[in-house]
């Protein structure tokens, strides 16, 4: 069956550093995939959707890469700041599906 | 423009009572997803629509029933409330555009004593 791997450990760097979180998936070939962000207490927040023909994409401080051959997703924030800190979900999604299939996430503390 | 809004925020029920959570959402999206959150778990899939009038079965929809009567509304009931579905309950919409965005509401938390 088709599994998502995000490191459950949190992530702890200190400002201004590159935070970098991982997503691998086994078991299926995901044509896109998504990064959310979700602070305490709230739903997910969108941020970013890379093609599986794109190597990588930007948004700002934001850099997410895709490697289908490792199968494997890098989420990188530049220059972090505290205000980065909150969980972040991967979800991989197949070409034509109406569902996405999300990762547990990874915490991210960012210490001045 | 409220986005999506889940009512209510919070709820405590006894093992076998039966309740319904509501999703509405203003941004006219056709599909419409109810998930479930556990530590440790993420977020899980329970039902879904593609449109008003249709639903369909997600990854853990057992114990859970949905209706989509209105296009801006998803509903999402437990029939009889079992401990195991203490959880914290996301609704989210998408349009049918590529990107695949979801936008989800602030979530309610069930708890069954």
């Known amino acids: 069956s088709q599994k998502i791997e995000q490191n459950s450990e949190a992530l702890n760097i200190q400002e201004g550093k590159t935070a970098t979180l991982t997503c691998n998936y086994t078991?299926?070939?995901?044509?896109?995939l998504q990064w959310y962000r979700q602070d305490p207490g709230r739903g997910p927040v969108f941020l970013l959707l890379i093609r599986e023909n794109e190597k990588e994409k930007r948004k700002e401080r934001l850099k997410v890469t895709f490697d289908t051959t490792l199968k494997q997703s890098l989420f990188h924030i530049t220059a972090s700041q505290p205000a980065d800190s909150a969980t972040y979900l991967c979800?991989?999604?197949?070409?034509?599906?109406?569902?996405?299939?999300f990762g547990t996430g990874t915490q991210l503390k960012v210490e001045l | 423009n409220a986005g999506v809004t889940q009512t209510p925020k919070f709820r405590v029920l006894k093992t076998g009572q039966s309740m319904t959570l509501l999703c509405a959402q203003d941004m006219n999206h056709e599909y419409m997803y109810w998930y479930r959150q556990d530590p440790g778990m993420g977020l899980r899939l329970i039902h879904y629509s593609v449109g008003e009038g249709t639903t369909a079965k997600g990854e853990v929809p057992d114990g859970y029933n949905v209706s989509r009567l209105k296009k801006q509304n998803f509903l999402l009931g437990l029939e009889s409330a079992a401990p195991s579905q203490t959880s914290v309950y996301f609704c989210a919409s998408r349009t049918t555009g590529i990107t695949y965005e979801q936008y989800f509401g602030p979530g309610t938390r069930l708890t069954v004593t």
């Open positions: 078991n299926y070939s995901p044509a896109y």
């Open positions: 979800a991989p999604r197949r070409g034509g599906g109406n569902k996405l299939t």
